[in-house]
Structures are given as C-alpha cells and as structure tokens.
C-alpha cells in the first residue's frame, strides 16, 4: 500500500476501502507514515468528510492500535460519561460518585485541559496528594473498594489517537466531526465500559457552537458506539454560559463538594441528576434515585474513598491563588450575558489552563462568577472575581472579558439540556 495513494483517494473525494483505512492507521502508529503525509490525510478528510463505515473502521483500527481494557472481574455494571469540554464543566467530579452510590462502576480515563477548556485530572490534581496516573491493577482496587475512578489514559490505550491528536492540535484539523468522534469514542470503546453518555455541548465556550454541529457528532458517536455493541447515548447541552459558579482547578473542585454536600448551584446539580440518571438508565438501573444519594451522603462517601484511594486527602485545604480583583457591575439591571468564551480565555490567561501540553496549571487561579444570566444586578455589586498566582495576569484577563457580559436587555439562551440522542 502507498500513502500518497490513500491521501489522493480522500482528496479527491472517494472513499477509504477498509484495507486502507487499517494500513494507515498502523503504518502511522508505527511510523511508516511520515507526520506531514497523516496531516494530508486528516486535512482531507476534514476537507471531504467520511461515510459512517469509513468511520466506523477507522475507529476500529484505532481501537486495535492499543489495549482494550476489561472490567468483567466487577460485579457490577461499567457506564462512563463523556463530555466534549467546555467552561466551568466539572460535573464529572459529583457525577462519578453519585452514579457509584447508585450501584453502578464507573472507570473513567479522563483528559487535561488544552485551550479555553479545562480538564478533569486538571482539577483533581489540585487536591493534596491525589495521583492522576494508575496502573490497570490499581484502577480495578480503586474500582472495588470506591466504585468509581477517575484517571490518565495510560499510554497502551489507542496510541494511534494519542499520535493523530497531537498532529491535528498543529495543523488546523482539529474540527472534523469523524475526525473527533472516532478520536473520543476510539478512547471510551477501549476503556471497557459498559455503556456511555456523552455530553455534547453547544455554545461559545464549546467545540460545537451551534446546535446542528453538535447534532450531528452525536450522532456520530452514537453510530459508532451502535457500530461497536457499546450502548450510547448523547445529550446535548448548553455552553453558551459557564457552568455554575466557579471556573478553573481548585474552585471547581469546592464547587463540586459542595454539590455532593447537597448545595451547589442548581444548573449544576440538575444537568449531574440528569446525566446520572441516564448512566443509572443505561447500566441496567433505572430505578435508583440519584437525587437520594446526594441527599443521604452515600455520594460524599464514595468521593472520600475515592479520593483518598488515589492518594489524595479529601479534608486538606485547598490551594488558593495569592491575587484577587473584582469586577464589579457597571449598571443595574438583569444580567442577559455572561459568555462561556470570554469567562474560559480570561481563566486560562489566568493560569487555570495552558498553551502547550507539557506546561503546568496553576490551581488557584480561577474566576468566581457571582451573578447567572436572568439574574437581577445591581450596580456596583460583585459580578466576577478573578483569581491569579501573578498579578502580571489580570490585564490580559481582564481584556477578555471586555464584551464578554451585557446587563438590560432579554437573555436569550439555551435550555440547560436542548436534546437527546440515542
Ligand atoms: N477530544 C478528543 O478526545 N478528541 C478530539 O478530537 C476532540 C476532543
């Protein structure tokens, strides 16, 4: 087989037969195919798109590129989310033990955040002594005596993603829906779970900023998922504002205890209900009341042993970063915008994410957001406030933010949840 043979075909609007489709992905993860040769490839196929088979196979042969991790030895059912990243989305940190309280095991590999958008292990990292990376033997204990865990991918899970996701970040090909479905549902398939919901978001602050884009990845992902025996469903949500309150590592983490207290802000306890029933729905549970397990603690306790089985204490304190400034309201009036782009580049700029993979987080820094779009402002009153290890941050922050909020007019957003796909 020949590279530039299998780059033409895309080109010129054909179709990958099978054969070529595995040829290349293995001759890329062993690296017969040379970086500028794949970044031709993935540039035509976001160019001329792929039939549901080419990207069934191509998840396949990305599936087989690596382990395919097993959790039969549980006796309980698997079920996972997947959320396609957004800003102030940390729903998996109460969602995980809500759903493990429930009954069903939920062994997530989860992701850094990269851009505007911020990551899991990101988040938990900024609890004293919690370890993101686990061997298999140690993420099935985690399993057994938590029933939930949420990890790195280890580096034997679909290589061929790993590789292809570093080249698309640097070759402006990221934004092609088979390209992105076959690379998360590649992951989740080899993961082992069960069954998935994935959480497709939809807005400013999202991948997918409108409602057909996102539509259509879902729908994707959720004929791969069928493709592969692996039952899948999608929401699709709003990310057209921050998710609750808090926005970067450490807020977010106490932002998400306080959900498993029992309090929270409301959009972010009803979307982990939501999804939560869904998983429960999917793993066979339909049944348990997720609402009971915040309500009677059984979820808190699943996050302390978990937490703590990962090596972190659940009771330290958490960092927080040495600089403060608040934006205050400059008017009176309902607060109608509150944009999930501007509030995401103005906490990375913070330091809450990074430019470049290998550059770390700072876990205090952050942006609290005082006010929801709907609610009623008054003039002078908090309406943001940043948090930086280093005051040099604010202005460029600050810059982001310049737009990023309007008070009068009429809200115009999305329903928390806008669709279901199955
Ligand atoms: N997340 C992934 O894992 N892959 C993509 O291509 C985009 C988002």
Redesign the pocket.
Known sequence: MDAIDVIRAKRDGGTLTPGQIDWAIDAYTRGAIAEEQMSALAMAILLNGMTRLEVARWTEAMIRSGERMDWSALDRPTTDK?S??GVGDKITLPLAPVVAACGAAVPQLS?RGLGHTGGTLDKLESIPGWRASLSNAEMLDVLRSAGAVVCAAGSGLAPA?RKL?AL?DVTGT?E?IP??????MS?KIAEGTGALVLDVKVGSGA?MKTAGNARELAETMVAIGADHGLRTVALLTAMDRPLGNAVGNAVEVAESVEVLAGGGPSDVVELTLTLAREMLASAGLPDRDPAEALKDGSAMDVWRRMITAQGGDPDAPLPSARETHTVTAPASGVLSRLDAYGVGVAAWRLGAGRARKEEPVSSGAGIICHAKPGETVTKGQPLLTLHADDETRLPRALESLEGAYEIGGTPSLHPLVIDRIS
């Open positions: 997947h396609t990243g992701g993603d996701y698309r990221v092609s390209l992105i479905a076959s690379s998360i992951k991948f």
